[in-house]
């Protein structure tokens, strides 16, 4: 069992830039990799990036290559996403969730997810 809990959203101007924190808690040692995901209202959850728990590697949604850069401290229990340049179209709530099998693009591969964080990009 994993518990995770968000914080660092909030309200910025476009071309501006947030990092959100994911502080994992429970049984991390079970943690295979975190994942960040997000929905809009009345969209759809959708894939954002995650990080491989004990390898560090990365994967991004095409969306945000080259703008987000998601990461871990060196005690292994936080996470962060780094969102630069962001844009109006980055406005949903961003969740981190603890990712058990299958691929790191379904958000059912996910077991255990923090409440959310809000991010607004205005214009």
């Known amino acids: 069992q994993v518990q995770l809990v968000e914080s660092g959203g909030g309200l910025v101007q476009a071309g501006g830039s947030l990092r959100l924190s994911c502080a994992a808690s429970g049984r991390t040692f079970s943690i295979n990799a975190v994942g960040w995901f997000r929905q809009a209202p009345g969209k759809e959850r959708e894939f954002v990036a995650v990080i491989n728990w004990q390898l560090g590697s990365t994967y991004y949604a095409d969306s945000v290559k080259g703008r987000f850069t998601v990461s871990r401290d060196n005690a292994k229990n936080t996470v962060y996403l780094q969102m630069n340049s962001l844009k109006p179209e980055d406005t949903a709530v961003y969740y981190c969730?603890?990712?058990?099998?299958?691929?790191?693009?379904?958000?059912?591969?996910?077991?255990?997810w923090g409440q959310g964080t809000q991010v607004t990009v205005s214009s």
């Open positions: 969730a603890s990712h058990i099998a299958g691929s790191y693009y379904s958000s059912g591969s996910y077991a255990y």
